[in-house]
């Protein structure tokens, strides 16, 4: 069988991972373990945290950029940025961005993605990120690890296949909080190395 273009050389996927509060029933060490994860296999990823997260996590936040992994912003209180007024918005990411800055000393500009993807592709929200210099970052392959029901070995295989679909430039996201999430990775970054994958953070993108 012949090989498609993308397992012919190699193609850059961008793992990203939205780090917050989960309004789910999460796995409690699930960003630790797919830190670890990441680290063991070498892999750079870029991680959206949330402001509140943060704060209540600083030791982990800290290392995630020690890592060397690139850190957006996520909001600070995970609201629907549809739903607040121009001025909240710029209050809520506002604050994100001081208490990233402040545990990490990275700032965490130009990479927003909103919570919920609510407002990723509204002008009113995108023109009040951009005043705050901030690009809104959306993603072509969705792992839906927060579905109570997801596995790890499902998320694996829906990732891969779709990563390697899309092919160049492919940004997936996941939720690490989750247990589907921890057990996934391995599996996920395996697989897409084997089809010729090689892992970028945001700005590697270009």
């Known amino acids: 069988m012949a090989k498609s273009p993308q397992q012919q050389a190699s193609w850059r996927v961008a793992l990203t ?3 917050e509060h ?3 029933p999460a796995h409690p060490d699930g960003t630790r373990l797919v830190l670890d994860t990441l680290a063991d296999r070498d892999v750079v990823a870029t991680h959206f945290v949330q402001g509140r997260w943060a704060e209540a996590h600083p030791a982990l ?3 995630l950029t020690r890592h060397g992994h690139l850190i957006g912003n996520h909001s600070h209180h995970h609201a629907r940025m549809t739903w607040l007024s121009s ?5 809520d990411v506002r604050l994100a961005e001081q208490t990233i800055r402040r545990i990490t000393g990275h700032d965490p500009r130009p990479w927003f993605r909103c919570p919920f993807g609510d407002g990723t592709d509204d002008p009113a929200v ?4 951009d005043r705050l210099g901030y690009q809104e970052v959306s993603w072509q392959v969705d792992a839906l690890d927060w579905r109570t029901k997801a596995t790890g070995p499902q998320v694996a295989r829906a990732v891969i296949e779709q990563a390697t679909a899309h092919g160049d430039g492919a940004v997936v996201l996941f ?3 989750t247990r589907a999430t921890g057990r996934a ?3 996920v970054i395996d697989g897409l190395r084997a089809a010729g994958a090689r892992f970028v953070r945001l700005d ?3």
């Open 17 to 19: 991972f939205d780090v």
């Open 22 to 24: 989960a309004d789910r």
């Open 61 to 63: 936040t800290k290392e």
């Open 87 to 91: 001025q909240g918005l710029a209050n």
């Open 126 to 129: 995108l023109a009040a990120l």
């Open 175 to 177: 939720h690490p909080w």
């Open 185 to 187: 990775m391995p599996l």
């Open 204 to 206: 590697e993108l270009g």
